[in-house]
C-alpha cells in the first residue's frame, strides 16, 4: 500500500512539474509534504 | 510524502542534502555581489567582441566557457555566474535569452562531467569509490571533450531556426566596456574571493571540508572584508530554486524509502545477469534516463549502495562507477529538472521574464543526451569492456 501511495504522490508532483500547472516549487513542496500541517505536528 | 506518513518529518528533513543547499547559497551570495559590480557586463562585451557580434559564435563561446568552468567549478556555481552575462548579452541585442541560455545548460552539463567536482553526482561517486581527482579527471576528461565537440556540432542544427531570426532581428551592437565596472574596488574583493573559494574546493577533499562549508566561507569572507549589508544580498538569492530542491528531496526519499528505486535497479541487474557488458551499458543507459526524471544527485545517491553490493559479491565494479558517472551527469541534459544547473539557470530566466517551459527544453535536451550516451556508451565499451 505505501509503495503505491509513494509512487501515486511522486508521479503526481513529477505530472505537476512537467505540465506546469502549478509553480514547480510549490509542487515540489506540496509532494515532500512540507506544509504546515507538517510542520505543526513536528513542533507538537 | 510527510502529511501521509510514506516518510516521517525527521526522516524528510535528514534526506535534505544541505550540502548542495549550501554550496548554492553560498556561490549565489557570491555571484550576486559580483553582479552589482559590473564584471558580468564587462566579460559579456568583451565575449561579444571576441563573437563578432554573430549569434552562433556567441553560443560557441558561451558554451566553451561554461563548460571549461563547469569542469573546475561545480556547474552549479557556473551557471549562476554566466547566467547573468547572458541575459545582459542578449538585452543588449534585443533578442531572446533562452537559446543562449538552454545551450549552457546543456554545456555546463557535459562540461561539469569531467572532473571530480564538475557535478555533485562525481562527488558522491568519488567519496563512495574512493577515486581521486587525478583518477576521476584521467577516466572522464576525454569522454567529456569528445561530447562536448560532438553537442558544438548537434547544437549548430538545433538552434539554427532560433539563431537565424536573432541574425536577422538583432539591434546594432555599439558596445563599450569602458566605464562598465562601477565598483572597481569591490571588484576586485570579490573576484579575489571567487578565486580563492575555486582554490578552496580543489583542496577541500583533502583538507576534510565539504563544498558547501568552503561556498559559505566564501561568502562570510566577502560580507566581512567588503562591509557589505547582507539584508540586500540576501534578498536576490534564488529561494525558489533552494525551496524546490528541499522539496524535492523529500519526495525521493520517500520513494526511495519504499524501495521502489532499489527495485528498479535490482531487475536491472537480475536482468543482465551480472554480466559486465550488460550491466555498465544498461546502467549507463538506465541512469541517462532515470536522471531526465529524477534529480541527478538523489538518484547517484541511491544506485551507489548498489555497486557497492556487486563489488562485494566479487563483480568488477570499475565500469560501474563510470556508467553511472557518465549517465547520472549526461542524463541530467534530459529535462529542466535533471539537475541543479537546469533549475538555476531556468529560474533565473524567469525572473528576467523569459520561461524556459517543459517540453521547449525536452525538444533539445532528449536529443543531446540520445547523442551523448551513444557516445559514452563506445567510450566504456573500447575504454573499459573490451
Known amino acids: 500500500m505505501e509503495v503505491w501511495l509513494a509512487a501515486a504522490i511522486f508521479l503526481g508532483t513529477y505530472v505537476l512539474i512537467a505540465t506546469e500547472l502549478v509553480h514547480k516549487t510549490v509542487a515540489a513542496l506540496a509532494g515532500g509534504g512540507a506544509d504546515g500541517r507538517a510542520a505543526r505536528r513536528g513542533a507538537a | ?19 548542495v543547499i549550501f554550496l548554492l547559497l553560498g556561490m549565489m551570495v557570491i555571484a550576486n ?12 562585451i568583451r565575449s561579444i567582441r571576441v563573437a563578432g557580434g554573430d549569434p552562433w559564435r556567441i553560443v560557441l563561446v558561451l558554451c566553451l566557457i561554461t563548460a571549461v568552468a563547469s569542469a573546475f567549478l561545480d556547474n552549479v556555481t557556473t551557471v549562476v555566474l554566466i547566467g547573468p552575462v547572458t541575459l ?17 545548460i546543456l554545456a555546463s552539463n557535459v562540461g561539469g562531467m569531467a572532473t571530480l567536482i ?26 567529456a571533450v569528445l561530447i562536448l565537440v560532438a553537442f558544438l556540432a548537434l547544437a549548430r542544427v538545433l538552434f539554427a531556426k532560433d539563431l537565424a531570426a536573432h541574425r536577422e532581428h538583432m539591434s546594432e551592437l555599439d558596445l563599450d566596456e569602458t566605464g562598465v565596472i562601477t565598483e572597481p574596488r569591490l571588484m576586485r574583493m570579490s573576484v579575489a574571493v571567487l578565486a580563492l573559494t575555486i582554490l578552496g574546493f580543489l583542496f577541500a577533499a583533502p583538507l576534510g571540508y565539504e563544498p558547501a562549508t568552503v561556498a559559505l566561507l566564501g561568502a562570510s569572507l566577502l560580507f566581512i572584508v567588503a562591509r557589505i549589508d547582507p539584508t540586500e544580498v540576501l534578498e536576490r538569492v534564488e529561494w525558489n530554486t533552494l525551496l524546490f530542491f528541499v522539496g524535492l528531496f523529500m519526495v525521493v526519499e520517500g520513494v526511495i524509502k519504499v524501495g521502489i528505486i532499489s527495485g528498479i535497479a535490482d531487475t536491472l541487474f537480475d536482468v543482465t545477469g551480472g554480466e559486465p557488458v550488460a550491466t555498465s551499458v544498461s546502467l549507463l543507459w538506465i541512469s541517462g534516463v532515470a536522471s531526465g526524471i529524477v534529480d541527478n544527485i ?29 549517465g547520472a551527469d549526461l542524463g541530467g541534459n534530459g529535462t529542466i529538472i535533471g539537475a541543479s544547473a537546469n533549475v538555476v539557470i531556468a529560474s533565473l530566466a524567469a525572473r528576467a521574464g523569459h520561461e524556459i517551459t517543459f517540453r521547449r527544453f525536452l525538444r533539445y535536451g532528449v536529443l543531446t543526451v540520445l547523442m551523448s550516451l551513444v ?7 573500447v575504454r573499459y569492456l573490451l
Request: aromatic letters at 14%.
Open chain 2, 1 to 19: 510524502m510527510v502529511a501521509l506518513h510514506v516518510v516521517e518529518q525527521h526522516e524528510a528533513f535528514e534526506a535534505i542534502d544541505f550540502n
Open chain 2, 33 to 44: 555581489v559580483m553582479r552589482g559590480t559590473g564584471v558580468f557586463q564587462w566579460v559579456a
Open chain 2, 88 to 104: 545582459y548579452i542578449a538585452a543588449a541585442l534585443g533578442v531572446s535569452p533562452l537559446p543562449y541560455l538552454i545551450a549552457e
Open chain 2, 118 to 143: 564538475g557535478d555533485p553526482p562525481n562527488i558522491l561517486i568519488g567519496s563512495a569509490a574512493g577515486i581521486d581527482f587525478a583518477t576521476f579527471a584521467w577516466n572522464m576528461t576525454p569522454v
Open chain 2, 298 to 326: 538523489p538518484y547517484t545517491a541511491t544506485v551507489i549502495p548498489i555497486i557497492q553490493q556487486l563489488g562485494e559479491r566479487g563483480a568488477d565494479v570499475e565500469p560501474l562507477w563510470w556508467s553511472l558517472a557518465m
Open chain 2, 375 to 381: 557516445i559514452a556508451t563506445f567510450y566504456l565499451f
